[in-house]
């Protein structure tokens, strides 16, 4: 388990990480989402102590980060580096042994990992023939081959195309099955929506949510509904506690609000409280109207939480 | 829990398979890279060629021009009588426009044909091509005896060209290899690669792996030239040279040792300053500065006693400036040795403090770097 606890940093006047804490624990995926200059990318260098906090600790299994203990970690800068007339095994295979291995066993993970993400044909290529895209891939392999403890990527899917974005989600899910905690960055929020299974959100150099992908779900989503009856559903407007967010003829999609008048009448029902009982009511006012052709709760997606906490 | 004991034993299972890089493994790697990666350029071995060439033309060129017995064309039987005395190839021609057609035609370096005027005292008179014939005509000249005072070992013109060969070998090296590890350096900081490599190696790592690769790379290769350069100096049959040389490159691989990781300590921290290649003109200005100092000095100065003292102590001028003065009998037996350890200290210094200014501008992008920001920036 990675811990960052109260970490701060300041360039000049500017705090760029600001009292950030978080958890990256064994076997799950955690997405780090914000915007630009948010504090992603330093966070992830201070972590790899490619910087130094100016308060504050990052704790590897409740120790200390050596430079011992970081080497058994695997990195991807969100500047990609790479050897440009250095060829794509030769490349890999160098960086397997400067984090320990030995030659052997660096040549046997490279070639393994270089066939996992497809681009074992050009191993014998400089890395600046290749297409941005395949550099990417190398890029990640040389991030994996030292069977990492512990994998920190920033943007690991930027400039990937989906075919591609499939096969690397491929890999470090493989990696996360094998008990290695995963932190990526993104911006492409459907991307981190999919893939990771904990979450911390940054804004501004602070940590405006975090934890399971779930719990922010239920925490931040608006409650927010879909019924699709065969009329105009517009009627629906008038229900108390309803808000209705879209209409498209026989199709709402509304919010229930979380304080809903007590005691009024819907149609005959209570509603008393809880919305797990309010939208039932919904729904019944929607039957004795006719037939319902759907109704269900729309889950929100991660970037409406993240317009939310940001 | 005992999910998470489980994984955490599978990833220790992956774990033993690393033993670790320590400081120097992380050093030798480094370097191995650097190397393989050089000597993979075809730069490099048409840079080496071109030694090579230089140390065999200079071994046997001398034959080749101006050395040799000069062959003349002689007309008439007084020209005849005078050049027989000489041991040069004489050419008997019957008429003075044949022995000029052979001058034009190079076939000998000068005619000696009957002076028509009457105004030569030996009654004949010499035809050379586009210089005057000296050789011809000192052989033919009266000359008084002359006593030197003080012998020099050897004649002037070598002596400048041994200095001249020591300057140009350090400076083409440490310009050439100086270049290359500041490009280096300049190339794992403009592709960010940098990053990584701060992350799982230490700072000292990286540079000391850079200056042993390219050091050791130009040693090997200064090892060979001065095991060739007897080869091609006896192949030219210049034994006088030869011994001369031989003592010279007995102080001067050692001083050149100690100079270039001296200058390739100060390569590395200008490139680390800079984040594009485009910007190195202005960081490395200064190092070339101190490479340049004993190339013009020992060139302009070899033959100023006082100057060329003062640049045999100066640790970048040392290499060069030293060995000359040892070989011109200049310098006391104990000299050399003092220059070498002001060479050590200095590098000593040099290593230190560079080592501190690379930790702290490697991860510093953008403009170029101050030396003050470099040096307080150090972790």
Redesign the interface.
Known sequence: MLQVSSVSRSFGDLRAVDDVSFDVAPGRMTGFVGANGSGKTTTMRIILGVLGADDGAVTWRGDEVTQKVRQRFGYMPEERGLYPKMKVAEQVVYMGRLHGLDRTVAQRNATELLEQLEVVERAEDPVEQLSLGNQQRVQIAAALVHDPDLLILDEPFSGLDPLAIEIVLGVLRDRAARGVPVLFSSHQLEVVERLCDDLVIIAAGAVAASGSRDALRAQFGPSRFQLVVDEDAGWIRDLPGVRLVELDGPRAVFDLDDEADDGAALAGTVVRSGQGERDQAVLQAALQRGPVRGFGPVVPSLSEIFKEVV | MT??T???A??ER??T?????SFWS?TR??AE?ETN?HVRTKGFWLNFGLFVVAIFAAGLLPNVFGGGTPSVAAVGPEAEQIVAVTDFDVQQVSDPEEAEELVRSGEVDAAVVPDSSGTSPLGVRVVGLDDNPDDVVSALSVAPPVDVLEPSEVDEGVRFLSAFGLAMVFFMFSVGFGMAIAQSVV??KQ????????????VRALLAGKIIGYSLLVFAQVAVLAMLTPIALRAGGQDEVLSWVSDALGWFVPFFVLGFVLLASMWAVAGALVSRQEDLGSSTSLVMALVMVPYFGVIMFYDNELVMKILSYVPFSAPVAMPVRTLDGEAQMWEPFVAMAILVLTLLASVAIATRLYSGSL?QTGSRVKLGRAWTRA?
């Open positions: 999910m998470d489980a994984r955490q599978g990833t992956t774990g398979e690393h033993t670790g890089t992380a790697l480094v890279r990666a190339t794992e592709t960010r690669i940098v990053e990584i490599l701060v992350a799982t190696v230490p991860l972790d």
